[in-house]
């Protein structure tokens, strides 16, 4: 039951880095995403990227149950 958004703009979008390490890091992320969202409840994932003045910004956003505040400072 997790729904999947994915907003991506089309023009203007540049990453320099090596795909392979990047495929990584998004697909950790989101595996993170999935097992923080309640088995059995409704979940939903955002993938978002956009071209941001000089850069390119990619925000990954999950209804999940979030990390404890006393593991934040860790």
């Known amino acids: 039951n997790i729904e999947v958004k994915i907003d991506i703009e089309d023009e203007g979008i540049t990453i320099l880095a090596d795909k392979n390490q990047i495929q990584t890091v998004l697909i950790n ?29 990619m925000i990954i956003e ?7 505040k006393r593991l934040l400072s860790k």
């Open 62 to 68: 999950d209804t999940g149950i979030g990390i404890p």
């Open 29 to 57: 992320l989101i595996i993170n995403a999935i097992q923080a969202i309640e088995p059995k409840g409704k979940g939903e994932i955002k993938i978002r990227a956009y071209k941001k003045s000089y850069y390119t910004a």
